[in-house]
């Protein structure tokens, strides 16, 4: 069982920066892999980043490569996304997941509860 809490969210104006944290539970953190996801009003989930358990793979969304940065410190079971130059598009409540499996779609065995991100122009 993990339980995962998210914070870090905010408004910010665009350009700006955002550091997102998810703290685990569990003494099993570091055998899972991470995600990010995130939802617009009225939109799906969509896959934001995601690190395999000892993040040595890393994914990225094609719309925030070069932007946001995913990492991971199993010491302190706790996932990042740190987020530069953000945009009015990255307006969303963000979650973060883990699953065994690394994978790109929002089939993640767990989630945590979310944080608003809000970008204004």
């Known amino acids: 069982q993990v339980q995962l809490v998210e914070s870090g969210g905010g408004l910010v104006q665009a350009g700006g920066s955002l550091r997102l944290s998810c703290a685990a539970s569990?003494?099993?953190?570091?055998?899972?892999?991470m995600g990010w996801f995130r939802q617009a009003p009225g939109k799906e989930r969509e896959f934001v980043a995601g690190l395999s358990w000892s993040g040595g793979r890393i994914l990225y969304a094609e719309s925030v490569k070069g932007r946001f940065t995913i990492s991971r410190d199993n010491d302190k079971n706790t996932v990042y996304l740190q987020m530069n130059n953000l945009k009015p598009e990255d307006t969303a409540v963000y979650y973060c997941a883990a699953d065994t499996q690394l994978l790109l779609t929002p089939e993640y065995e767990y989630w945590g509860q979310g944080t608003q991100v809000t970008v204004s122009s």
């Open positions: 569990g003494r099993t953190f570091s055998r899972y892999a």
